[in-house]
Antibody, heavy 121, light 111 residues
Framework: QVQLVQSGAEVKKPGSSVKVSCKASGGTFSSYAISWVRQAPGQGLEWMGRIIPILGIANYAQKFQGRVTITADKSTSTAYMELSSLRSEDTAVYYC??????????????WGQGTMVTVSS | QSALTQPASVSGSPGQSITISCTGTSSDVGSYNLVSWYQQHPGKAPKLMIYEVSKRPSGVSNRFSGSKSGNTASLTISGLQAEDEADYYCCSYAGSSTSWVFGGGTKLTVL
């Protein structure tokens, strides 16, 4: 069974950047999209963008265009999400998610454990 | 892209059935049979309960079912159990430029 394991919690200053990793183990990584979804404290889920590692092509939600970069390293089965120009409103838990278990890209059946990013001066 | 619209809360007694609605537009829910539902307990990652409108992943109870009519999708939970108390989110594909959009979430309380 594929698992997604994310990097640890981060505390960042406003205006800085954060890079969160998501490593896949136990299955095929490259063929299926890896999405990033965030959840601010007490709020709902918000899709940020995704990448299909085998293609190296990423697309992003309009809200985050220009501020988020999603990449993937096929050799280590790891996806990355970098968010720049951080502000307090970016304080959230960031999840990676994929449809690897379903064998498709139509839903998110595998989730990472989440990475808490706190933006504070 | 606006979030899909869900009721903020629903409640039911053990054994009863409840339905959570998820209203989108003709650009998302109405155009694609790619609606999924997620259950989230406090402090946990979301769990997929329904995908492609009405399909259940392996291991998900058949008490959970999904449907869609026009721009509105629905999740029905029958035979409510205490462990069903959680937040529920719908999600829909919204085309290649937007990709995915989530609902605002519904808190289910089992009385």
């Amino acid at each position: 069974q594929v698992q997604l394991v994310q990097s640890g919690a981060e505390v960042k200053k406003p205006g800085s950047s954060v890079k969160v990793s998501c490593k896949a183990s136990g299955g095929t990584f490259s063929s299926y999209a890896i999405s990033w979804v965030r959840q601010a404290p007490g709020q709902g889920l918000e899709w940020m963008g995704r990448i299909i590692p085998i293609l190296g092509i990423a697309n992003y939600a309009q809200k985050f265009q220009g501020r988020v970069t999603i990449t993937a390293d096929k050799s280590t089965s790891t996806a990355y999400m970098e968010l720049s120009s951080l502000r307090s409103e970016d304080t959230a838990v960031y999840y990676c998610a994929s449809g690897i278990g379903l064998g498709g890209n139509d839903a998110f059946d595998i989730w990472g454990q989440g990475t808490m990013v706190t933006v504070s001066s | 892209q606006s979030a899909l619209t869900q009721p903020a809360s629903v409640s039911g007694s053990p054994g009863q059935s409840i339905t959570i609605s998820c209203t989108g537009t003709s650009s998302d829910v109405g155009s694609y049979n790619l609606v999924s539902w997620y259950q989230q307990h406090p402090g946990k990652a979301p769990k997929l309960m329904i995908y492609e409108v009405s399909k259940r992943p392996s291991g998900v109870s058949n008490r959970f079912s999904g449907s869609k009519s026009g721009n509105t999708a629905s999740l029905t939970i029958s035979g409510l159990q205490a462990e069903d108390e959680a937040d529920y989110y719908c999600c829909s594909y919204a085309g290649s430029s937007t990709s995915w959009v989530f609902g605002g979430g519904t808190k289910l309380t089992v009385l």
